[in-house]
């Protein structure tokens, strides 16, 4: 079993940064890839950044701007964001994939705004 908290999120404006941390409990043991999906209002979820072998990759809407990271000794991944827009707006997911199986987080919201 697997599970994820996410921390970090809150109100920011245009062009600042936050930092979302996800803590992992239970096994990491074959969790093979960790990253981090949004959904915004009256958006499907969609994957933002995804890490796999130490290989990140990233949405067009978000690369150049957001960095994930993984850190397996303190069970941990991050997502750092940079140059926030509003449209950036939305309930970020943390996620992992284990045996065959995807497993996300509650959610922390994170809200953009002047």
């Known amino acids: 079993q697997v599970q994820l908290v996410e921390s970090g999120g809150g109100l920011v404006q245009p062009g600042g940064s936050l930092r979302l941390s996800c803590a992992a409990s239970?096994?990491?043991?074959?969790?093979?890839?960790m990253g981090w999906y949004r959904q915004g209002p009256g958006k499907e979820r969609e994957l933002v950044a995804v890490?796999?072998?130490?290989?990140?990759s990233y949405a067009d809407s978000v690369k150049g701007r957001f960095t994930v990271s993984r850190d397996n000794a303190k069970n941990m991944v991050y997502l750092q964001m940079n140059m926030l827009k509003p449209e950036d707006t939305a309930v970020y997911y943390c996620?992992?994939?284990?045996?065959?199986?995807?497993?996300w987080g509650k959610g922390t919201l994170v809200t953009v705004s002047a």
């Open positions: 996620y992992a994939y284990r045996y065959g199986i995807n497993y």
């Open positions: 239970g096994s990491m043991y074959s969790i093979s890839r």
């Open positions: 890490i796999s072998g130490g290989n990140p």
